[in-house]
T-cell receptor
Framework: GAGVSQTPSNKVTEKGKYVELRCDPI?????LYWYRQSLGQGPEFLIY????????DSGLPNDRFFAVRPEGSVSTLKIQRTERGDSAVYLC??????????FGPGTRLTVL | QQQVKQSPQSLIVQKGGISIINCAYE??????FPWYQQFPGKGPALLIA?????SEKKEGRFTISFNKSAKQFSLHIMDSQPGDSATYFC???????????FGQGTRLTINP
């Protein structure tokens, strides 16, 4: 596709449930990033993949958050036992050369 | 720990005027400074970026000014237009860090 795509665009879940958020990066981009953006704030880094491996997961807030990229393209961010504080827009970005990151439209997660 | 501080939080400029947004950083290891534009419900879009080996970069109506000694950089939007109304984020990335650190954002409104 022409840009980074993310699905679903909106996700409403109940506290304690499990959710998966998907990211399709720009074709050929080897680097993939997840960020979280709370209302009125700048995006905050969560995790970075180079190929299939997580090169830096220092931004994941706790062990309820996990992300995979098994074939080096599509990535899934998984959140277990969701809490109301997890409500935010989850952004995915990809890059080819490691600097210019191109963002998707995000998934708005609401935990009731 | 706020590594990139952005000001002002909000800015109102008349059509045709100059919009100026400022950012300051603390980490001297940062070597890449992009600006992103974000419209409501959309992901951030890369606008313009600079490396610290130059003091200014211009692309169309958008200019980044960079002051390495003061650890500050700014975005200037010349001939501001109503279509420029959006939230702008500065960011920084360190050598090999592969993750962007964002400022808090500036909500820019251009009055017609």
């Amino acid at each position: 596709g022409a840009g980074v795509s993310q699905t679903p665009s909106n996700k409403v879940t109940e506290k304690g449930k499990y959710v998966e958020l998907r990211c399709d990066p720009i074709s050929g981009h080897t680097a993939l990033y997840w960020y979280r953006q709370s209302l009125g704030q700048g995006p905050e880094f969560l995790i970075y993949f180079q190929g299939t491996g997580a090169a830096d997961d220092s931004g994941l807030p706790n062990d309820r958050f996990f992300a995979v990229r098994p074939e080096g393209s599509v990535s899934t961010l998984k959140i277990q036992r969701t809490e109301r504080g997890d409500s935010a827009v989850y952004l995915c970005a990809s890059s080819l050369l490691g600097y210019e990151q191109f963002f998707g439209p995000g998934t708005r997660l609401t935990v009731l | 720990q706020q590594q990139v501080k952005q000001s002002p939080q909000s800015l109102i400029v008349q059509k045709g005027g100059i919009s100026i947004i400022n950012c300051a950083y603390e980490n001297t290891a940062f070597d890449y400074f992009p600006w992103y534009q974000q419209f409501p419900g959309k992901g951030p879009a890369l606008l313009i970026a600079i490396r610290p080996d130059v003091s200014e970069k211009k692309e169309g109506r958008f200019t980044i000014s960079f002051n390495k000694s003061a650890k500050q950089f700014s975005l200037h939007i010349m001939d501001s237009q109503p279509g420029d109304s959006a939230t702008y984020f500065c960011a920084a990335e360190g050598v090999g860090a592969q993750k962007l650190v964002f400022g808090q954002g500036t909500r820019l409104t251009i009055n017609p």
